[in-house]
C-alpha cells in the first residue's frame, strides 16, 4: 500500500520558461499544486526531495506549503528528453475521503515455470487503469507468476486487488502469458511478412505520384 510523503515547497512569484531554468540552475523544480476549486498555485521545491519522491513511486504527498500541510497525489512528471532530469511535476489536491482514478504499474512477482522450461514471457499490460481511495494509491499491483505454465495466461479477472480498489481495464485483457518459443517464432514471422506485403504497395503510389509529376511537368 501506498505510503505518505511529505515534500517542502515554496511559491513562485515569477513564471515563464526563462524562469524556471534559473530555478533548475539553483537547484529546484518548478511544480504546479491545483484542484479542489482552489487556484492553481505555481511552486517549486528542492531537486533532490522531487527525485527521491518520484524514485519511491509514491502518490500521496503531503505537501508543506507556507506553514500549512495539504494532502495532493503526484499527478505528472516532465523529464527532458533523454529522460534523465526532471523538468516539472504537478500535485493535486485531494480529500482524503473521495476516491481518485489512475494508472498504477503491475509488478510481476516470482519465477514462471514455463520460462525455465524454455517459454517466452510476455506482458501485453504493464498498467492497471483503477479506482481507489485517494489516501490508499496503491504503489504497484502485484501479479504472482509462480505457477504459470507455457499456454497458460494471467487476466485481469485473475488479479487479487487490494481492499476498497477497482480496476477499469476489461476483465479479459491479459496481464501476462507464457508462449512457446515456436508460436513466438511463427508470430514474428506472420508480422515480418505483413510488413513486408506493406512496402511494395507504398512503393507502387510513390512510382505512381512522381509519375503523375512527370506527366504535369511534360503538359
Known amino acids: 500500500m501506498a505510503t505518505e510523503h511529505?515534500?517542502?515547497?515554496?511559491?513562485?512569484?515569477?513564471?515563464?520558461?526563462r524562469e524556471c531554468r534559473r530555478l533548475r540552475r539553483r537547484g529546484l523544480i518548478p511544480g504546479n499544486v491545483y484542484g479542489h476549486e482552489q487556484e492553481p498555485i505555481a511552486i517549486a521545491s528542492d531537486r533532490e526531495e522531487v527525485e527521491t519522491l518520484v524514485r519511491s513511486?509514491?502518490?500521496?504527498?503531503?505537501?508543506?506549503?507556507?506553514?500549512q500541510t495539504e494532502t495532493t497525489i503526484l499527478r505528472e512528471v516532465q523529464w527532458d528528453t533523454f529522460g534523465s532530469e526532471i523538468l516539472h511535476f504537478d500535485l493535486?489536491?485531494?480529500?482524503?475521503?473521495e476516491r481518485v482514478t489512475l494508472d498504477v504499474p503491475v509488478e510481476l512477482r516470482g519465477v514462471a515455470p514455463?520460462?525455465?522450461?524454455?517459454?517466452?514471457l510476455e506482458q501485453p499490460l504493464h498498467v492497471l487503469h483503477v479506482e481507489c481511495p485517494a489516501v490508499r494509491i496503491p504503489d504497484s499491483i502485484p501479479v504472482r507468476i509462480g505457477k504459470l505454465e507455457i499456454g497458460q495466461s494471467i487476466h485481469v479477472s485473475d488479479i487479487e486487488?487490494?481492499?476498497?480498489?477497482?480496476?477499469h481495464n476489461p476483465p479479459d485483457a491479459v496481464?501476462?502469458?507464457?508462449?512457446?518459443?515456436?508460436?513466438?517464432?511463427?508470430?514474428?514471422?506472420?508480422?515480418?511478412?505483413?510488413?513486408?506485403?506493406?512496402?511494395?504497395e507504398v512503393v507502387q503510389r510513390e512510382e505512381k505520384k512522381k509519375e503523375g509529376e512527370s506527366g504535369e511537368k511534360s503538359k
Not at 514455463?114 to 517466452?120: H, K, Q, Y
Open 6 to 17: 511529505k515534500l517542502a515547497a515554496q511559491r513562485r512569484t515569477k513564471l515563464g520558461s
Open 114 to 120: 514455463g520460462v525455465l522450461a524454455g517459454g517466452i
Open 161 to 167: 486487488l487490494p481492499e476498497d480498489t477497482v480496476v
Open 57 to 67: 513511486k509514491a502518490h500521496v504527498v503531503d505537501l508543506e506549503l507556507e506553514g
Open 92 to 97: 493535486m489536491r485531494v480529500d482524503p475521503t
Open 175 to 200: 496481464v501476462v502469458h507464457i508462449v512457446s518459443p515456436k508460436r513466438a517464432a511463427v508470430a514474428a514471422e506472420v508480422e515480418e511478412e505483413a510488413e513486408a506485403a506493406g512496402e511494395p
